[in-house]
């Protein structure tokens, strides 16, 4: 245990290194002056990187294996039944698994939080993880669904990417780019080792698969995926928050036609 802690503050150091080193330059440079700024950052990055440090240990030794070995095991049981109750496994569990990542991914949680404070209220948080969860399950299992039968990447991320700008072009103005902005956000330090992870095994177990061309892919899947929800969200509330108003338009228009 504690060379697995040893092994991951290294390189949790290494990885942090380029960004101290850049933030480090420019306060010498610019805020020298402001000692405050310095010892804040300092506390700060010391409690990232025992975070991070831990988080992956965590996630290398659970949940990456785990997610590995599930996919793993549904594929084979896709494989050596053929049935449909095996197919929808694989797929069901490849959409509540993005999902739920996509729920305990710090940085949109993060982010929700900061848009609620932007828009005054009018954004939740949780309604807006919620969308972006389902965004990401669903462009996860839509991928797996592509792996499993063999269709061609092309053929599925270019219908995708046209309706998520249909819906860019509909959807109210103001979200558009927090709607394209939420996947790349909730694809971050959870999702993607796992959507990555589970994609290579589906892959590597099912015939005919390779992991290296047909393991990956799924991660922009399911962040297109999430603009879709949320654009698509959007829209519907918007328009329902248009319909009351104008069945009361229609309404005084009626009775002011009356004698």
Do not use: C, K
Request: charged share 15%; proline share 5%.
């Amino acid at each position: 245990m504690l060379e697995t802690l040893q092994r991951g503050l290294v390189q949790t150091a290494i990885d942090l290194a380029p960004i101290v080193v850049i933030l480090g330059f420019f306060w010498a440079r610019f805020l020298r002056a402001d000692r405050t700024i310095a010892r804040r950052t300092l506390i700060g990055a010391l409690h990232l990187a025992a975070g991070l440090t831990l988080f992956r240990i965590g996630l290398e030794g659970t949940l990456l294996p785990l997610g590995s070995e599930l996919a793993m095991a549904l594929s084979e049981r896709t494989v050596l039944r053929g049935d449909a109750i095996s197919f929808t496994a694989l797929v069901g569990f490849a959409v509540a698994l993005g999902g739920a990542a996509a729920l305990i991914e710090p940085t949109l949680a993060a982010t929700a939080d900061r848009v609620r404070d932007l828009s005054g209220g009018a954004v939740r948080p949780m309604a807006l993880r919620g969308a972006v969860a389902t965004g990401i399950g669903l462009g996860l299992g839509l991928g797996v669904l592509r792996l499993t039968l063999g269709i061609p990447f092309g053929l599925v991320l270019a219908p995708l990417v046209l309706l998520a700008a249909a819906l860019a072009l509909a959807a109210p103005r103001a979200l558009v780019p927090l709607a394209f902005d939420s996947g790349a956000v909730a694809t971050s330090v959870v999702t993607v080792p796992m959507i990555a992870a589970y994609g290579v095994a589906v892959a590597d177990t099912l015939p005919e698969r390779t992991a290296l061309a047909d393991g990956f892919g799924l991660i922009v899947l399911a962040m297109i995926g999430s603009a879709v929800t949320v654009l698509g969200i959007a829209l519907i509330e918007a328009r329902l928050r248009r319909a009351p108003s104008d069945t009361n338009l229609d309404t005084s228009e009626t009775q002011g036609e009356g004698p």
